[in-house]
T-cell receptor
Framework: NAGVTQTPKFRILKIGQSMTLQCAQD?????MYWYRQDPGMGLKLIYY???????DKGEVPNGYNVSRSTTEDFPLRLELAAPSQTSVYFC?????????????????FGSGTQLSVL | LAKTTQPISMDSYEGQEVNITCSHN???????ITWYQQFPSQGPRFIIQ???TKVTNEVASLFIPADRKSSTLSLPRVSLSDTAVYYC??????????FGSGTKLNVKP
């Protein structure tokens, strides 16, 4: 079972470069999320999506863009990389009935992408 | 936006029971309380989830008092492999999962 797959695992960017972090899930989950985790810190929500064609901002969206054209894929785009974006990026997904304010949800995480901007 | 408060770190010895308490004073009526475990260089992993009273699974127990303003994750007889960061989450605004800083548990031999 693949679950949530992230690529690449490691990447080094120069300041000002752009790149896309890929995330795919094969569990037919309608909710997907992007988090970043700085060294020794907790996870911060960047963007999330409640289904194909629908995305919304999390805590720290500046400098990032997302799209959700299919249920399976949720890529994260960095347009002008900055040293402050050096972090580990985690993609996650969850299944939701989408009817209740708070539901019995479980997040499934990918293995992460370690990004360094120099 | 942080809705939970946990100790930054805890130390324990192998074989001991570990209790990690999380404060969530502003929990909403329908919110669930969820705990995740994260090992270095890995994504967090679901441990346990509850709404009220006590929940137990093969890994841990979760105790939630009647007012639901706090919860306690209990790990029975910890081993070195339980050394990890433990996060307490309360759902905020429908499916926005916000992680706090977590509790770094260090299990010593």
């Amino acid at each position: 079972n693949a679950g949530v797959t992230q690529t690449p695992k490691f990447r080094i960017l120069k300041i000002g470069q752009s790149m896309t972090l890929q995330c795919a899930q094969d569990m037919n989950h309608n909710y997907m999320y992007w988090y970043r985790q700085d060294p020794g810190m907790g996870l911060k929500l960047i963007y999330y999506s409640v289904g194909a064609g629908i995305t919304d901002k999390g805590e720290v969206p500046n400098g990032y863009n997302v799209s959700r054209s299919t249920t399976e894929d949720f890529p994260l785009r960095l347009e002008l990389a900055a040293p402050s974006q050096t972090s580990v990026y985690f993609c996650a997904s969850s299944y939701s009935l989408g009817t209740a304010l708070s539901t019995n949800e479980k997040l499934f995480f990918g293995s992460g992408t370690q990004l360094s901007v120099l | 936006l942080a809705k939970t408060t946990q100790p930054i770190s805890m130390d324990s010895y192998e074989g001991q029971e570990v209790n990690i308490t999380c404060s969530h004073n502003n929990i909403a009526t329908n919110d669930y309380i969820t705990w995740y475990q994260q090992f270095p260089s890995q994504g967090p992993r679901f441990i346990i989830q509850g709404y009220k009273t006590k929940v137990t699974n093969e890994v841990a127990s979760l105790f939630i008092p009647a007012d639901r303003k706090s919860s306690t994750l209990s790990l029975p007889r910890v081993s070195l492999s339980d050394t990890a960061v433990y996060y307490c989450l309360v759902l905020y605004n429908f499916n926005k999962f916000y992680f706090g800083s977590g509790t770094k548990l260090n299990v010593k031999p």
